[in-house]
């Protein structure tokens, strides 16, 4: 099993719909959570970074962590076609290696 | 959020040439710099970790002989994939993560695709 799952999509919608996007993982240790966004051929672009459990709204997007269940969110309102790109979730425990552990990313396309 | 570039954006090379990448941290100090490849339509893949005047830390089954690594600064550090193949062909990103901060976000480069015929 890994560490962090993720729905690799392709997920397609129409432009104006609300977008949800998950990754469960395993590890407890998990404390931080964060998402990004990859455009083709770029490097990924933090969107929103999480500590802990609860919710942190920015503009048009949303993150959640349920450290209970374990599963994080990511939600798009409003989604525009401008957001067609990979969204990658992340999330790593605190101090030790401070590396990240990425869900596989999943391919949102948002159509006009 | 931090600016890292990466230089070249794109290489192509012969096989058997080793060809390096340089990743700069532009407006923090980056104690820590991570080097990840990526195939088509894959995930980001972790090479090494490199620190500040330290040795990097490779993942397992990536040659650390082949992809050289220096950190020489708190704002470069630099991957050499030497005698290149086909087969390293792949998009090459850093990311650089400033210890200063309380979380483990890691701000990356726009990455480098690298061609090797």
């Known amino acids: 099993q890994k560490e962090v799952e993720q729905d690799p999509g392709p997920l397609s919608v129409p432009e104006g719909a609300i977008v949800s996007l998950n990754c469960t993982y395993s590890n407890s240790a998990f404390q931080y959570f964060m998402w990004y966004r990859q455009y083709s051929r770029k490097g990924p672009e933090l969107l929103m970074y999480t500590y802990s459990s609860g919710n942190k709204e920015d503009g048009r997007f949303t993150a959640q962590v349920d450290k209970s269940s374990k599963y994080i969110s990511l939600f798009i309102r409003d989604s525009q076609p401008s957001d067609s790109a990979t969204y990658l979730c992340a999330m790593s425990a605190w101090g030790a290696t401070n590396k990240l552990i990425f869900g596989t990313g999943t391919l949102l396309a948002v159509q006009p | 959020g931090a600016v890292v570039s990466q230089h070249p954006s794109w290489v192509i090379c012969k096989s058997g040439t080793s060809v390096k990448i340089e990743c700069r941290s532009l407006d923090f100090q980056a104690t820590t710099m991570f080097w990840y490849r990526q195939f088509p339509k894959q995930s980001l893949m972790l090479m090494a970790t490199s620190n500040e005047g330290s040795k990097a830390t490779y993942e397992q089954g990536v040659e650390k002989d082949k992809f050289l690594i220096n950190h020489a600064s708190l704002t470069l550090s630099t991957l050499t994939v030497t005698s290149a193949h086909p087969e390293d062909s792949s998009f090459y990103i850093c990311?650089?993560?400033?210890?200063?901060?309380?979380?483990?976000?890691?701000?990356f480069g726009p990455g480098t695709r690298l061609t090797v015929l």
């Open positions: 990311s650089n993560q400033d210890a200063d901060r309380e979380g483990n976000e890691q701000f």
